[in-house]
Nanobody
Framework: QVQLVESGGGLEQAGGSLRLSCAISGSTFSINAMGWYRQAPGKQRELVATITSGGSTNYVNSVKGRFTISRDNVKNTVYLQMNNLKPEDTALYLC?????????WGQGTQVTVSS
């Protein structure tokens, strides 16, 4: 089992920055990749960024150049640095851990960007 706890969300003005954290505990050895997703009211859940165990990253086009995903293997934490925030970034941000056959989710942290 893997447990994920997100933190770092909040209310920010457009153009500002936030850093989300996802603390990972449990069977961390089973995880192949980590990711951040987001879900806005009335919209489908969207993949924002992923990072593999080898450090390869991938981003949705709308956040490229603004968001950076990283991981600290000593602290068992994954981060999402979000710069130049836009009102359309407003959503519940969820951390995901992908093992071979199982996908784990956190409860999410709310990010609200005002114009």
């Amino acid at each position: 089992q893997v447990q994920l706890v997100e933190s770092g969300g909040g209310l920010e003005q457009a153009g500002g920055s936030l850093r989300l954290s996802c603390a990972i505990s449990g069977s961390t050895f089973s995880i192949n990749a980590m990711g951040w997703y987001r879900q806005a009211p009335g919209k489908q859940r969207e993949l924002v960024a992923t990072i593999t165990s080898g450090g390869s990253t991938n981003y949705v086009n709308s956040v490229k150049g603004r968001f950076t995903i990283s991981r600290d293997n000593v602290k068992n934490t994954v981060y999402l640095q979000m710069n130049n925030l836009k009102p359309e970034d407003t959503a519940l941000y969820l951390c995901n851990a992908q093992a071979r056959y199982v996908s784990y989710w956190g409860q999410g942290t709310q990010v609200t960007v005002s114009s």
